[in-house]
């Protein structure tokens, strides 16, 4: 028994005269798994519960993905892999399976209420050969819900186990079929046709497999009567119709693509299917075949050139004074699901309490603010931004704007839009008062009172209730001070 497969169990079964392997390695994170610095940050072992983890008491781990490896010395084939996590209540970590550096399969620990309970994870048709190194991957982090210290605990990535359970697997006797996962996909340009017009068909074949080459594929296609079968040197027609198009072998992760015309020869709806096969078994058949449906007619279907804007319009503010600028934000959509939009443009037209200042993409003409927009394709937005100042008081100022394309359009009601400010006259409040105290006394230091000397225009009014009203009363007191001396004067030249 080789050093980390702690359950190896084969089975044999004969069906007719070929075998029938299966096989379960199952290995211990802490023991079996040597390398355990192979990721971003490093794992430890946490023997108290049989597991790897993450040192979240390091910042600087926290949020990254530690990896530990082996390498795989059992028999190749298509193995389910399972991941045994625990569920810590401070966090929902991620666990991910890798092949020879490619992750292959992830999933993410469900919440947990409390800590250590097992969960698994498992990865099914994974293509492995023998010599792969296999990693099992997790990740630090936290809900915010565990008050820790300063902030919050970390859950720490912990697993303990990694199962491989073999779904098809090669060993001897030699010339044992190798497993692949080929894929298929049919297309046309043309979902409606005309009698007599030809049909374009694309077919793509893909291999799926990391590890498997696909020998010998095979498509079949099967055209419906009333699409009269081509002449073709990929495929070979049958008596009941029916093309086989043999392919050349597709390496791993490849593909190859070829096509099949047609011509229409009566009208309805035709259903045209291929079915893809290869030497090698396919444990995922799900994808082995496609199909796509033509309608022919008798006239050519008309042709939609329509599409449909959309125009909304906002302003940064809704309320301003004169003299202030405002910026308005229009969105175009084109809300057509096929269609594209060419020259798209907006027009705007301003109220005379409002002047144009400024875009990027849009010219003040007489009349209006034109915008020239670039093609819009399906669902696709632009967006246009202006600025604009006040220039009168006005209660209702209201801005109207409509947009168009060089397309037809059914739906016209929401081409337009509209928005509404106001505009106030400048309020006393926002004039800073003048003070009729010379400047060099504001800024000296020959003064009792340093924080008022320092302090700013807006600051004096505050306190002292108004530039020119501060300053009558500093006249009057200073009037009423020298009057006082002159009587003083008086009174003792009176005596004497």
């Given at each position: 028994m080789k050093l980390g497969v702690k359950l190896f169990t084969i089975a044999i079964a004969l069906t007719g005269l070929t075998p029938l392997w299966a096989a379960t390695f199952t290995y211990e994170a802490v023991n079996d798994f040597t390398d355990i610095d192979a990721g971003e940050v490093p794992y430890y072992r946490h023997n108290g519960v049989n597991a790897l983890a993450i040192n979240a008491g390091v910042e600087a781990f926290r949020g990254k993905f530690a990896r530990a490896t082996l390498t795989f010395e059992g028999s190749p084939g298509v193995y389910n892999v399972t991941i045994t996590a625990l569920g810590e209540i401070d966090g929902d970590g991620e666990f991910r399976f890798l092949v020879d550096g490619a992750v292959v399969g992830s999933a993410v620990n469900a919440p947990a209420d409390k800590d250590y309970g097992e969960q698994q994870h498992t990865f099914e048709n994974i293509s492995i050969p023998t010599g792969a190194l296999l990693g099992v991957e997790s990740i630090a982090v936290s809900n915010d819900t565990i008050p820790e210290g300063d902030g919050y605990a970390f859950a720490r990535g912990r697993w303990t186990t990694l199962t491989l359970e073999a779904v098809a697997i090669n060993i001897d006797p030699p010339g044992q079929i190798e497993p692949v996962d080929l894929n298929v996909t049919l297309n046309t340009t043309s979902s409606a046709v005309t009698l007599g017009d030809e049909?374009?068909?694309t077919v793509v074949v893909e291999n799926?497999?990391?590890?498997?080459?696909?020998?010998?594929?095979?498509?079949q296609v099967t055209l419906p009567t009333g699409l009269e079968k081509p002449a073709s040197t990929a495929c070979t027609e049958t008596d009941a119709g029916t093309l086989f198009c043999a392919l050349?072998?597709?390496a791993t992760n490849g593909s190859t693509t070829f096509t099949v015309t047609a011509t229409a020869t009566t009208v309805g709806e035709k259903l045209v299917s291929v079915v893809i096969s290869a030497d090698q078994e396919d444990n995922v058949a799900n994808n082995n075949s496609s199909s796509i449906t033509t309608l022919v007619e008798n006239e050519a279907p008309a042709v939609d050139s329509t599409v449909d804007l959309q125009l909304t319009i906002s302003a940064d503010k809704e309320q301003l004074e004169v003299g202030d600028t405002l910026t308005y934000t229009l969105d175009v959509t084109n809300l057509h699901k096929t269609n594209i939009a060419t020259s798209p443009g907006v027009g705007i037209s301003l109220p005379d309490s409002l002047q144009f200042v400024a875009s990027d993409i849009c010219t003040d003409t007489t009349e209006i603010v034109q915008c020239d927009l670039q093609e819009l394709p399906p669902s696709k937005s632009a967006t246009v931004q202006f600025t604009a100042t006040a220039i009168k008081v006005d209660s209702y100022s209201q801005l109207f704007a409509t947009t168009t394309s060089a397309q037809t359009e059914n739906i016209v009601t929401n081409n337009e839009a509209q928005i509404v400010t106001v505009i106030n006259t400048k309020t006393l409040q926002n004039i800073v008062p003048v003070t009729n105290q010379p400047a060099e006394t504001v800024n000296s230091t020959d003064t009792d009172n340093p924080a008022e000397t320092n302090s700013t225009p807006e600051t004096q009014t505050k306190s002292s209730g108004g530039g020119i009203?501060?300053?009558?009363?500093?006249?009057?007191l200073l009037l009423r001070l020298y009057m006082t001396g002159i009587r003083s004067q008086f009174n003792r030249q009176k005596k004497s």
């Open positions: 049909v374009v068909y799926l497999s990391e590890h498997f080459v696909a020998t010998n594929p095979l498509v050349s072998e597709i009203l501060h300053s009558s009363i500093l006249i009057l």
